[in-house]
């Protein structure tokens, strides 16, 4: 956001403002600024929908932006993603995030280690060099992060190998530690001091000038990190050496700590490289839905193949797609007939066959026959765009957990160099060997290490997310991540989510004397535009009897109950039994075979017609829809995991009843409507369970948002999508049990990391302050803490969800 600062005590805010529509908005949102304690003046502008306001430095664009929300509107605020280079440890997240948020404008800031960006909420125009101004004032470089993508996956072809520093380290380090390691094998070997200083000097200096660059910044910026921490340990055991030869210069060598910096310094750029390896292992998911966008598309033009680039391709061109090759958009297959492989997409194991008619992947890849596809989205609107954003967003975020991992850094380096100080003055009293003293001192500097506490959660939830992307898992952030592995109760909705949602008509019954046929005529009038599942199954079955369908008149739907309209000059109503009930119709003889549908697990719709005096019956229709195979296995795992099961349902009772029977559901509530199954959700909640919700359709997501944490079928509306924290790429709900699994399996890396991360700089700061540890071991325990805590993550690449383990085909009943 661009602020101007007009004197030293006041600046100027602009907030872009949502939701303004008359000049009473204006005068409502300036009355509201201008309440806040140490604003100035404002200005509102309808035309450029902006606010100007001139406050005091210490003024929060936070504060002003929740009062602008409070008064009834909303400011418009942009994610920036910066390219974050030098950091190091946990203590170097928190130092770029306080310089984020102290510009004006800033909302949030989070730093991930791992991935090495930071993604800030800024309200207005804040420009990508205020906030790469701030980074560098703060001691980091920025960069953005394309140009920080490209460089990392294209270097240079002249610059030197990344683990160029250890090799040199390492050759220059062995001859240091080489009498050491004969000692023990009882051959004394010494090497001079002077050649001891000479392989020293580099490696402190010149390999080691990174650790003394970072450390100056973090001093500058007044904070510390681990590169100080490490300066400063080698920089006293190299100095002390150093004077101990030139006071001994005319006699004999005496103990001397070259071979401590030395080693110090080349574990941990080795520890460091290793790290580095490790971390692009956990990026591998993001790089390989990346990998999947084609770049030529061959586009039908008057007959003839065009081949263009990809980003020319517009919505509505027919996409000509050949055996072998890539999916380029997301449309749907006008001529051909093949297979296409969606397995890096969604997770399925086996090819899926497409004809006219269906809907492809761009991404996904043709394995036989030619397509001709007409595109339905391209660019950031593909699903493969919108899953990459997803994952993308995942990675990014910080798990609620990492708030600890935050306050603990922020103190971490000036404690443990209060600590490193008692240690040496502690020791210099007891004995006064000041040798001894410095060394115990040095030990605890390099002994500490934040490192491994900053890289314990972002690495165990890219991992964790990455994974479950490619088993067709889309977990949209890291708090979604954390919640679902405490999940005490899944509620389901039953139609597209345990049941294949393609009902179709099994039965027609005409009240008294009345014509089937008739009703069928007129159940279809009023389904003729829906896109409902049940109307589509009353209108195959019209087209099945080739029987006209009138045309309705003000036909409406009517939420949760069914829909209505005049047809043939009658007011008809066809829904479901509470729609009946409320019309105060009387359904006389067809009430008996209404319950015998619904035991059987029928699903029934009542046709009505609106007379003057009363609301008659004119007969029913009975759905069925088939139960899918998988949810029988679904159920039954969540069992396993000791999670209970409600399915919520708008159908009758009986018929959710009969499925979740068959299911063995451990309870059923039915025939709500769309704002009940919401105030269910709330109402577990209240009772203590951690709730999650599965859902497909657009009346799932109020119930979605209600729930700790909402789970959609992508095989359902964009809605319900957004809603939910977890979209699963396949309508397979053996899926859900496999999120909490990897949500577990997440978590439970998230805390050994954590555990590791901590007991490690418990345990190894007093064996160092207590002259037990020696500084090179200390060295090698810092370097490989990092190394352990982030391969133990990457572990999580291995797991594979029940649902693709179990294949294309999946359980039955009966298994």
Known sequence: ????????????????????????????????????????????????????????????????????????????????????????????????????LKVPGVSAASVNLATEKATVTAHGGVSFATLAGAVEKAGYGAKPVEATSAASAAPAAASLPQWWPVLAGTLLTLPLLLPMLLQLFGIEWELRGWVQLALATPVQFWLGARFYRAGWKAVKAGSGNMDLLVALGTSAAYGLSVFLLWQHRNGDTPDLYFEASAAVITLVLLGKWLESRAKRQTADAIRSLNA??????????????????????AVGDVVVIRPGERVPVDGEVIDGRSHINESLITGESLPVAKAVGDKVTGGSVNEEGVLQVRTLAIGTETTLARIIRMVESAQAAKAPIQRIVDRVSAVFVPVVLGLALLTFVGWFLYNGDVQHAVISAVAVLVI??????????????????????????????????????????????????????????????????????????????????????????????????????????????????????????????????????????????????????????????????????????????????????????????????????????GDNQGSANAVARDLGIDEVRAEL????????????????????????GLNDAPSLVAADVGLSMSTGTDVAMEAAGITLMRGDPRLVADSFDVSRRTYSKIKQGLFWAFAYNVLGIPLAALGLLNPVIAGAAMAFSSVSVVSNALMLRRWRGAATAAGALGPTQGD
């Not at 409507?673 to 209240?686: E, H, N, T």
């Open 673 to 696: 409507l769309p704002g009940d199954k919401a105030s269910i959700v709330d109402g577990l909640r209240k009772q203590g369970h951690v709730v999650a919700m599965v859902g497909d």
């Open 292 to 313: 999947l966008r084609p770049t030529v598309a061959r586009v039908l033009v008057d007959g003839v193949e065009v081949s263009t680039a990809v980003e020319q391709v």
């Open 448 to 649: 500490a290490c934040p490192c491994a506490l900053g890289l314990a959660t972002p690495t165990a939830i890219m991992a964790g997310t990455g994974v479950a992307a490619r088993q067709g898992i889309l977990i949209k952030d890291a708090e979604a991540l954390e919640v679902a592995h405490s999940v005490t109760l899944v509620a389901f909705d039953k139609t597209g989510t345990l049941t294949e949602g393609k009902p179709s008509l099994v039965a027609i019954e005409a009240a008294g004397a009345g014509d089937p046929n008739e009703v069928l005529q007129l159940a279809a009038a009023l389904q003729n535009t829906s896109d409902h599942p049940l109307a589509h199954a009353v209108l195959d079955k019209i087209r099945e009897h080739r029987i006209a369908v009138p045309q309705a008149q003000e036909a409406k739907a009517l939420p949760g109950r069914g829909v209505q309209g005049v047809v043939l000059g009658r007011q008809i109503l066809l829904g479901s039994t509470r729609l009946m009930n409320e019309s105060n119709a009387a359904p006389g003889a067809l009430l008996s075979e209404a319950e015998r549908l619904e035991g059987e697990g029928r699903t029934i719709s009542w046709l009505l017609a609106q007379e003057e005096s009363r609301t008659r019956v004119l007969g029913l229709l009975a759905f069925g829809d088939t139960v899918k195979p998988a949810s029988y296995a679904a159920v039954k795992r969540l069992r396993e995991l000791g999670i209970k099961t409600v399915m919520l349902t």
């Open 1 to 100: 956001m661009s602020t101007t600062a007009s004197t030293s005590k006041f600046q100027e805010f602009k907030l872009p403002i949502e939701g303004m529509t008359c000049a009473s908005c204006v005068s409502r949102i300036e009355k509201a600024l201008e309440a806040l304690p140490g604003v100035e003046s404002t200005a509102v502008n309808l035309a450029t929908e902006e606010a100007t306001v001139r406050a005091s430095a210490d003024v929060d664009v936070g504060a002003l932006a929740d009062a602008v929300r409070k008064a009834g509107y909303d400011v418009r605020s942009s994610p920036i993603e910066l390219g974050i280079e030098g950091m190091t440890c946990a203590s170097c997240v928190g130092r770029v995030e306080k310089a984020l």
